[in-house]
C-alpha cells in the first residue's frame, strides 16, 4: 500500500460529534432561507392567479431544486417549507401524492 490514511467510520462519527453545533446551526440556517424562497415563490403564484388550493402543489411542481447562493433547496426542505404554510397536506409523502 501507498501509505495512505483512509478515511474510516470512526472517524465519519468523530467529526460528526465534533461539528454537531454547527451543522445543526447550519441547517436552521438553510431552512430560513429555504422558506424566504418559498414564500416568495407563493406569492407570485397567488399574484398569477394560482388558487390557494393548488398553489402548495404547483410551487412544488416548478420550484427550482438544487444549490443557489450557498443554499440547498431539496425537495423535502421545500415540501417542509410548505406544511409550515399549511399549503401541503402532511400527509404527502410521495411526489404527486394527494393530486
Do not use: C
Not at 20 to 44: C, Y
Not at 78 to 94: D, F, I, N, T
Request: no cysteine; charged share 25%.
Amino acid at each position: 500500500m501507498s501509505g495512505k490514511r483512509f478515511l474510516t467510520a470512526a472517524d465519519y462519527r468523530d467529526w460528526k460529534h465534533t461539528n454537531g453545533a454547527a451543522l445543526q446551526v447550519r441547517e436552521a440556517i438553510n431552512q430560513v432561507a429555504v422558506m424566504d424562497a418559498v414564500v416568495l415563490t407563493v406569492i407570485q403564484a397567488r399574484e398569477a392567479g394560482v388558487a390557494e388550493g393548488d398553489v402548495g402543489k404547483s410551487v412544488l411542481r416548478q420550484f427550482t431544486f438544487g444549490t443557489r447562493g450557498g443554499v440547498l433547496y431539496t425537495r423535502d426542505n421545500v415540501k417542509r417549507a410548505l406544511r409550515e404554510l399549511g399549503l401541503l397536506p402532511a400527509s404527502q409523502s410521495a411526489w404527486g401524492a394527494n393530486k
